[in-house]
């Protein structure tokens, strides 16, 4: 039932390029420049959007947040659902409320989707799980088809969801005027091209040298994640993956946040993993990867391809593939899954089974 892989969650990790294939195929009409989403709300009924999730969900609406308002222009703002539930939050009929879910059971996000009917607001779901609780209150649902999720930790239902939004920003943006046609047709190929990046980014000899890595450092008591723009969710989300099965103390945060608090901890002992792939913001991260070496912080990079002139900065480089800033998050997280599994099981841990968490919390 693991398929020859030791584990669920590695089973899952090397499903995603078909995962993601299943995410976008058919939605995508090269031809026309369009996705076809058979969802009956009116793109253009809305006038501000809300995401509601939790864990690593939450982490792929706040991927979600930038796509929409790079490539639609709407504003959005992103809620953990027990936040938004208690919140008494501004909502009305021009709200478009998306709650993201791989099992669609998650109590909080199922109350915060009540509470946001409550108020008038549409509802949209971006969910895994067939059938579930959240689809049959949802006005509409955007599965993202992923397939089963068994292991705790979440990993294709992650690089999926963000997928679905990359549809969605690109849906809304194509009806909404903001996003031309040949923009389009760009990040239509992007897209298009996520399955066969994420399967070279899962190569074996990638995947060796993750492991070797994650080997180096996997008796730290801490780490530190940081990424910018589009990537910083990628940050936090790899952080969220370390804690969650190797049991390291691990903190995530945007980039230019590192000076504010967390620079004060970083000394010899702290690996730094920082997203520093292509991007309008480089020079601004290689920065920051200075200031990490400067207080003898040790640097793990995720570079991309080719970027040999960046490599001088950092102790270890991962390299990933190359591709379009948009759609990065999807293909760089997955060193990140891949780093704190080998990490988790250099330390002998269950990798499958955390200590203390549940695949589905149905309790608040
Ligand atoms: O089923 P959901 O997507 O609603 O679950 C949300 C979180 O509980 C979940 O993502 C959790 O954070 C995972 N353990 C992350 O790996």
Redesign the pocket.
Known sequence: EKGGYDTYMLKEIFEQPSALTNTLIGRLNDSTGEVNLDIDLDPKSFKRISII??????YAGLVGEYMIEQLARIPVEVDVASEYRYRSPLVSEDTLAIV???????ID?LEALREAKKYGAKTLGVI?AKGSSMTRELDDTLYIHAGPEIG???TK?YTSMASAFLLLALWLGRARGTLSEQQGAELLHAARELPRLVEEALSPERVARIKEVAEKYAHSRDYLFLGRGVNAPTALEGA??LK?ISYIHAEGYAAGEMKHGPIALIDANLPVVVVATESFLLEKTISNVQEVRARSGKVIALLSDGDTENAQHADDVLYVPRSHEMVSPIVNVVALQLLSYFTATALGKDVDKPRN?A???TVE
């Open positions: 999730a939790c864990g690593t969900a939450y993201v879910s791989q099992s669609g059971e998650t996000t895994n705790v930790a979440s239902a969220l993956k969650e968490l695949k589905s919390v």
